[in-house]
């Protein structure tokens, strides 16, 4: 067994890695002195791996240190968020740690300092920046893929990362006021995008529940379309939510704008969203307003006093406005929201046949019903055949 005085990471029984100082070694065996004393440990049953230099510990990319192993990484990893970066490198990778508090490390002047060059630390601004360059430098097609568990900061990332390329690929194009670019219309599909595929769940507030691939394509150097293709939908969520979780967004934005009386919602039959089944859950979410939200998706009417007249009726265009959604459209969409609500409140009951089986009932005269089968501009009959098949 060989003597050693190296500062190692020492693989626990909870999974973590604790800080230790290497006494000995050998074949099957290493022994460790922790704070409170020295321990033997079995190598088929315990890892340990040499600790990185202090100085060098909170590099911004991890390719530079000497140890790129599991417990360095997660220590570097925490030496740079005590210090408020919340961006490393591992070559080519960005890591993110989601700081779950408001920085201000993405305003349009640090955006600017990335595009001029300014300023080379880890940043998602960076990461766009080069995948732009790149596909001009190359005349290749670039991939930015996004990745990780549930609130670690995929969907702000991905809203980064098309912020900038809206940012910076538009140049030359010609501003009409009154109607949205191709980039404009990009940045408006994300509260669309969130209000009908995001909710809330234990660990984050603002999750997506479905995977999508963003394609933005370029002439030139300008931003000229782009497409979003959705997948892996969690429908399941629809009708039933753990305790402390939340149905879709657009739910809870529905009932708190048909209860502000928003006009566009009239006659859907909305109401609070403990009304209703499927959303009565967890009705409210800290630092979110549902109608706010539904505001940024829908557009909203106010009304206005004027000097040349008593009342002025103005509109404040949402996103499905502004993306060019036709009001029937719409319409439709909303019906089909409210539709679903309405179903989530039937009720069946049981009885026993002739034959002494037990048997759903159903009342079909009931007000869900009814509603919902106007509102889906359907026959009763249509409505449970559908679901009974």
């Not at 340990?48 to 997660?74: G, H, M, Q, R, S």
């Not at 940045?187 to 984050?204: D, I, Q």
Request: a negative charge; one cysteine or more.
């Amino acid at each position: 067994m060989s003597s050693l005085r190296s500062a190692v990471w020492v693989s626990s029984t909870n999974g973590g890695w604790v800080e230790a100082i290497l006494v000995n070694t050998s074949e099957d065996k290493f022994s460790v002195r922790f704070k409170d004393g020295e321990k033997v440990f079995s190598k088929d049953k315990h890892k340990f791996y040499l600790k990185n230099p202090p100085e060098v510990e909170a590099a911004d990319d991890f390719l530079t240190l000497p140890n790129l192993d599991e417990p360095n990484i997660l220590h570097s990893l925490r030496v740079r968020y005590g210090r408020g970066h919340v961006y490393s490198y591992t070559g080519k990778i960005l890591i993110a740690v989601n700081p779950w508090k408001r920085v201000n490390i993405y305003s349009p002047d640090i955006l600017q300092k990335y595009v001029k060059g300014q300023v080379e630390s880890p940043h998602i601004f960076a990461v766009a920046i080069n995948a732009y360059r790149s596909m001009l430098n190359d005349l290749n097609s670039q991939c930015v893929l996004i990745s990780g568990e549930s609130g670690s900061g995929k969907t702000e990332s991905t809203k980064y990362v098309l912020s900038v390329l809206t940012a910076i690929g538009v140049s030359g194009q010609a501003k009409d006021n009154h109607k949205p670019t191709v980039a404009d219309q990009i940045m408006l599909g994300n509260p669309v995008l969130e209000s009908f595929g995001n909710a809330k769940t234990l660990r984050n507030h603002n999750s997506s529940r479905f995977g999508k691939w963003i394609e933005v394509v370029f002439d030139g150097s300008v931003i000229a379309g782009a497409g979003i293709k959705t997948y892996l939908l969690e429908k399941s969520r629809v009708v039933d939510q753990i305790e402390g979780e939340r149905n879709y967004h657009i739910f809870y934005e529905c009932c708190a704008a048909a209860s502000s009386g928003v006009s566009c919602l009239k006659d859907l039959g909305l109401d609070a969203a403990d009304c209703f089944a499927c959303t009565r859950t967890c009705t409210e979410v800290e630092s979110r307003d549902d109608l706010d939200e539904f505001k940024a998706t829908k557009g909203y009417p106010i009304i206005c006093s004027s000097l040349v007249t008593s009342l002025t009726l103005l509109f404040f265009a949402g996103a499905m406005d502004k993306m060019g959604f036709k009001e029937s459209d719409q319409r439709s969409i909303f019906s089909a929201v409210a539709a679903i609500m309405h179903l989530s409140n039937v009720e069946f009951g049981e009885e026993i046949d002739w034959d002494g089986n037990s048997v759903a009932t159903l009342d079909v005269k009931s007000a869900s019903i009814v509603q919902a089968a106007k509102l889906l501009k359907v026959m009763i009959v249509s409505v449970l055949f559908e679901h009974w098949t």
